[in-house]
């Protein structure tokens, strides 16, 4: 519609002042013309510095102290006009041309309805790394060059012809194809159209974001050019290193947001992809694994998510087929969850089973 921006930036901090000022100030550098694009600021604190950037360029504010990040997304979506929508993060940032790019690709492209750059990783300082560790994902082209264009609809049929899951099939031509909300793009309709499932989501939007373009479909552009600057800190509950750090309660911070994740990829599996056995549901299910034998009493009563019967064994079996298990001793350890669920189910069982874990891993 004429008058109306093109692509709507929602921007979303929950409780964390530090980083938002940086994210707003790469947002003020975009080379797309101002008339292009708008901007929703979506959080639950006041902050001068970020307040004063936010006035200054007209954008708008809105408050949301939900604790889901899909409701904080709609939280924006609601106030938004553009037929494009992309996130930024309160602790990431964009390069002077993202929005750009962007642009030129859904216009380039009318059926697009899905755009992922790639990333360069930034420390909590905003210096660059050079090297990061291999433990973080970093999205990459595996086939075609970059960027390479694909049909949603062929890539349906070929998952139907060799019975595994688009999502799965994706990851065949991209590394990490959904990796980093700011780092994605989707037309407006692909988040109408799963506005219901969006609402029930508390954490993984990025992987909604593709599931719910496949569905849609459409045409999905991947390109290599690392247009976000992907900040790694102390609060990244997603990274492992953070799961390692030898604290209480860094250790606690990363179970509940495992268990946010194993609820959200079970939503993203059920409700968009028809099948179960996927790299999200799968990879959740196995992180689950290791949280199950924790040693820290204080977990206290198992919560249900975490809990162990027999459709996780019919899971594994079926991960396990599509070759997300690669070892039959993963199998093994799921049918021991289930023989030891009762033991499994105390924190003083827990313990016990996670000590004599050790031992064995020692020998």
Not at 111 to 134: K, R
Not at 186 to 213: K, N, Q, W
């Amino acid at each position: 519609m004429t008058g109306q921006p093109y692509i709507s930036v929602i921007v979303t901090a929950y409780n964390r002042r530090r980083y938002l000022p940086f994210a707003l100030r790469s947002l003020e550098a975009q080379t797309l013309p101002r008339d292009k694009f708008e901007v929703i600021v979506v959080k639950n604190f006041e902050d001068k510095e970020s307040d004063d950037i936010i006035l200054r360029n007209g954008w708008k504010e809105v408050y949301n102290d939900d604790t889901y990040y899909g409701r904080m997304v709609l939280a924006g979506l609601e106030e938004s006009k553009g037929d494009v929508i992309t996130f930024l993060e309160d602790d990431d940032m964009y390069v002077g041309n993202r929005l750009e790019e962007v642009y030129k690709a859904f216009k380039s492209y009318d059926s697009l309805v899905y755009f992922h750059n790639s990333q360069a990783v930034i420390d909590e300082n905003g210096s660059m790394i050079e090297s990061p560790s291999p433990s973080l994902l970093i999205s990459k082209n595996l086939i075609g060059g970059s960027p390479i264009v694909i049909d949603a609809g062929k890539l349906r049929g070929l998952a139907k012809r060799y019975n595994v899951s688009v999502i799965d099939l994706a990851l065949k031509v991209r590394a990490y194809p959904w990796h980093n909300n700011s780092s994605l793009a989707v037309r407006r309709r692909v988040l109408e159209a799963g506005a219901h499932l969006v609402r029930e989501l508390p954490t993984a939007f990025d992987i909604f974001a593709l599931a719910s373009s496949l569905r849609t479909g459409g045409l999905l552009y991947f390109t290599d050019e690392k247009l976000t600057l992907f900040r790694v800190h102390g609060e990244n509950w997603s990274l492992k290193p953070v799961a390692k750090g030898g604290k209480e309660e860094a250790h606690l911070g990363y179970i509940r947001y495992s268990i946010l994740a194993l609820i959200a990829c079970r939503l993203i599996s059920l409700r968009l992809l028809n099948d179960v056995a996927n790299f999200c549901l799968c990879g959740e299910e196995y992180r689950k694994m290791t949280l199950l034998t924790s040693s820290l009493p204080c977990i206290g009563v198992l919560p249900p998510e975490l809990r162990v019967n027999i459709s996780d064994v019919k899971l594994a079996l079926r991960c396990y087929k599509v070759g997300h298990y690669k070892r039959l001793t993963d199998l093994a350890f799921v049918i021991g969850r289930l023989l030891l669920s009762p033991i499994l189910a105390s924190p003083r069982g827990r313990l016990v089973i996670g000590k004599l874990l050790e031992s064995i891993r020692r020998l």
